[in-house]
C-alpha cells in the first residue's frame, strides 16, 4: 500500500505558485520522497526527489518538514501544460530491491 | 535526452493468447520495473528486476506472467493466457545507482494492451 496520502484535486490560476501537498507519516528514516506527474494517460514523468534537506530543480521545489512527515511540491509559475495527476510516493526497500507505490495522487487542474 | 522506449504502444490479444510486451531501458541502468494500469485506476507495481532475476514483485504477479531480459538491452513482459482484466495500460521503468544512491526511475510511454 501507498504510504502517502493527498488531496484528490486542486485547481491553480495560470501563472500562479501550485502548491501541493502530501503527508507521509509514517515513512522511514532512509526513505526517499518522490514526486511524478502523469499528463493523460503517458508514462508517470519524474519531477523531484528528496530526503530530508529542501530541494529545486528546473521544474519544481520540494519542502520537506523537518519531522519528514509532509511534504510539499511547488510549481512556481504553474502553466496549462502542467495539467496532470501529481503523485507523492515514498521509495520502498533497499538497494536492489526498491519500488515505487504510488497512491491515487492529486489531479492539478490549472485554469486560465 | 535518454528515454524508456515501449512497443508496440498498442496491442489487441484475443482472450488465452499469449502476449510479450517490449521495452529497452535506459542503456546504463541497472534496474527494471513493469507497472500496470488499468483504465481510470492508479498506477500498480507488478515486478522489479535486478542483476538478472526478479527481486520484488507484486500478488498480481502470478504464474501467468513472467520477465525477461533476453540479450542485454531489452526487458520483456510475457502474459502466458491473457484474460480480459489484463486489459490495461503498462509501463516499464529504469533506473541506475550513481555511487551509493538509486537515482530516480523513468518510465516508458506504455503499451496499451486489449484483450477481446
Redesign the interface.
Known amino acids: 500500500d501507498a504510504k502517502t496520502t493527498q488531496p484528490p484535486s486542486m485547481d491553480c490560476a495560470e501563472g500562479r505558485a501550485a502548491n501541493l501537498p502530501c503527508n507521509h507519516s509514517t515513512i522511514s528514516g532512509n526513505e526517499y520522497v518522490?514526486w511524478?506527474r502523469?499528463i493523460h494517460?503517458?508514462?508517470?514523468?519524474?519531477i523531484i526527489?528528496g530526503l530530508k534537506n529542501n530541494e529545486t530543480n528546473e521544474m519544481a521545489s520540494l519542502i520537506i518538514t523537518e519531522d519528514r512527515k509532509s511534504s510539499t511540491l511547488i510549481l512556481p509559475h504553474a502553466t496549462l501544460r502542467d495539467t496532470a495527476v501529481y503523485?507523492c510516493i515514498v521509495r520502498v526497500?533497499t538497494?536492489?530491491?526498491?519500488?515505487?507505490?504510488?497512491?491515487?495522487?492529486t489531479r492539478l487542474k490549472v485554469l486560465a | 535526452e535518454p528515454e524508456v522506449t515501449q512497443t508496440p504502444s498498442h496491442q489487441v490479444t484475443q482472450m488465452g493468447q499469449e502476449v510479450i510486451l517490449r521495452c529497452v531501458p535506459i542503456s546504463n541502468h541497472l534496474y527494471f520495473y513493469w507497472y500496470r494500469q488499468i483504465l481510470g485506476q492508479k498506477v500498480e507495481f507488478l515486478v522489479s528486476f535486478y542483476n538478472n532475476e526478479i527481486s520484488e514483485k507484486s500478488e498480481i504477479f502470478d504464474d501467468q506472467f513472467s520477465v525477461e531480459r533476453p540479450d542485454g538491452s531489452n526487458f520483456t513482459l510475457k502474459i502466458r493466457s491473457t484474460k480480459l482484466e489484463d486489459s490495461a495500460m503498462y509501463f516499464c521503468a529504469s533506473s541506475m545507482v550513481r555511487g551509493r544512491l538509486n537515482t530516480e526511475a523513468f518510465f516508458g510511454q506504455g503499451t496499451r494492451l486489449t484483450v477481446v
Open positions: 518522490y511524478y502523469q494517460s503517458q508514462g508517470p514523468q519524474y526527489h503523485y526497500g538497494s536492489g530491491t526498491y519500488k515505487y507505490i504510488f497512491g491515487t495522487g
